[in-house]
């Protein structure tokens, strides 16, 4: 494919070729000078045609087609799909997924890859991400898009430059009549409501468990995670912290979930008198000192007390 940059530095050749003969020959004004011939690609550049890297003239949204959609067992997904670029300007863009819910609100966007596909021509990629349970037990349809280079595909609002294409999580395509929603807003700790704490010590080598509901109570979807901390006294430094539970739930939705909790040292679980329960949307990670102190948590049973012995009875 010839640059355009090149067209225009081959019109400048024969424009002053032309002006150096009619120079040489002397300007009479009754004989004009006879236009030089010039090539299609000097006539396309001077009639003002696109040229390959233009994105205001010629371009057009890419098309997507032939797509195909695998999830295995570890969460591995991979998508293929050709692209048709209908326009004369050459396409480059970055590839996006998105995940929706039941209620069509996006669950995640994902990046797949960038493209280059050629004006007029198309092109088949292949591209692989990863889709644990917790999302992907919640997805009733995805869609892929294209936004540009220079765009992100997580921007608030998007900015597609491609045709979306929808379908469902077998692969199979639906219409894509509905607009695409805008990717959820980071989450916080305040979207989130605890209830039902309860840490039970069963005696039993699997240890302590935890039980808790998290509601969702904003206006959007809301993901993050747990992490319970355990504190010689109030107001040291946390002895332990680990995480326990993840979620990620619609508007008003909540989960009841038992998750084991085991501590780097064992030692800690006599030397812990109190225990906080915090959620946010990084877990253990900076959670601390973020949405209030915390949900206190009761203690279980010390090892060794009586009620220990008899639930291992």
Request: charge should be negative; include cysteine.
């Amino acid at each position: 494919m010839t640059r355009s940059d090149q067209r225009r530095g081959h019109a400048w050749g024969v424009l002053f070729l032309g002006l150096a003969v009619a120079w040489a020959t002397g300007c009479k004004k009754e004989q004009p000078v006879e236009s030089a011939p010039v090539d299609a690609g000097v006539v396309a550049v001077d009639a003002g045609l696109p040229d390959a890297g233009s994105v205001a003239q010629g371009a057009r949204p890419l098309r997507f087609s032939n797509v195909g959609l695998q999830r295995v067992e570890d969460g591995d997904v991979t998508v293929t799909y050709t692209l048709t670029n209908p326009g004369t300007a050459q396409g480059r863009e970055k590839v996006c997924l998105m995940l929706l819910d039941a209620h069509d609100l996006a669950i995640e966007v994902r990046w797949l890859g960038s493209i280059t596909v050629k004006g007029g021509l198309e092109d088949t990629f292949e591209d692989q991400t990863h889709v644990d349970d917790l999302q992907w037990n919640q997805v009733r349809s995805l869609r892929l898009f294209t936004t540009a280079s220079n765009d992100y595909c997580s921007d608030t609002p998007l900015k597609p430059a491609s045709e979306p294409f929808r379908m469902l999580p077998t692969g199979a395509p639906v219409p894509a009549d509905l607009s695409l929603p805008d990717p959820p807003p980071e989450s916080a700790p305040e979207d989130f409501e605890v209830s039902g704490l309860q840490l039970r010590q069963t005696g039993t080598p699997a240890g302590p468990s935890l039980t808790f509901t998290v509601k969702n109570v904003s206006d959007h979807r809301a993901s993050g995670s747990g992490c319970l901390r355990a504190y010689a006294q109030e107001g040291s430094r946390a002895l332990e912290e680990v995480d326990a539970g993840e979620f990620d739930l619609a508007p008003k939705a909540s989960s009841t979930q038992t998750v084991a909790v085991t501590f780097h040292r064992a030692r800690h679980w006599e030397e812990a008198t109190v225990l906080r329960y915090f959620v946010g949307p990084h877990g253990c990670v900076m959670s601390e000192g973020v949405g209030g102190p915390g949900h206190p948590v009761t203690l279980p049973v010390k090892a060794g007390s009586e009620e220990v012995q008899h639930d291992a009875e």
